[in-house]
């Protein structure tokens, strides 16, 4: 009898082991460039949309606790950006900064200016990816 409950609990066990494998392999496996690139997108829509509140979600957590929402969503801006294109995206060593590269068109003060190139800084905190602001990640990818 004890044998036989050893053997149903092994099959049990085998079930719940053949589950777990198969739901984490349904899961989508992205690499970090794949990521930080639909994340570098999805900024720019959101600028390009004017939604700075989506902006703001994107932002590092050490610029959010310097500025807060309010103050953010209340900055003037004479800026409105138009078409753009993730050009590139650099992982440093660490894993933990990236370079992205940014080609956009944007109007300034009734000024078009197109094919305009930024560089973002990405930082990796708490493991999620946000956008550095005023910091340059390259210095510490040396």
């Known amino acids: ?4 409950n050893t053997k149903i609990k092994s099959l049990i066990l085998l079930i719940m082991a053949l589950f777990l494998i198969s739901a984490c392999q349904s899961l989508p496996f992205q690499p970090p ?3 930080l690139q639909k994340l570098a997108a999805g900024m720019m829509a959101a600028r390009v949309a004017q939604d700075w509140g ?3 979600q994107y932002l590092a957590p050490d610029y ?3 500025v807060s929402k309010e103050n953010f969503l209340g900055k003037k801006r004479d800026i409105q950006f ?3 294109t993730v050009e590139s995206v650099e992982i440093g060593p ?3 900064e990236a370079v992205i590269t940014v080609k956009y068109d944007m109007t300034v003060m009734s000024f078009n200016v197109a094919n305009k190139r930024i560089t973002q800084n990405w930082v990796k905190t708490g493991g999620k990816w ?3 602001m005023n910091t340059d990640v390259r210095k510490v990818m040396d």
């Open 54 to 56: 989506q902006v703001y």
């Open 33 to 35: 460039e794949q990521v």
């Open 130 to 132: 946000y956008y550095q």
């Open 94 to 96: 660490s894993g933990k």
């Open 1 to 4: 009898m004890e044998v036989k």
């Open 64 to 66: 959010k606790n310097r």
């Open 82 to 84: 138009g078409d753009f």
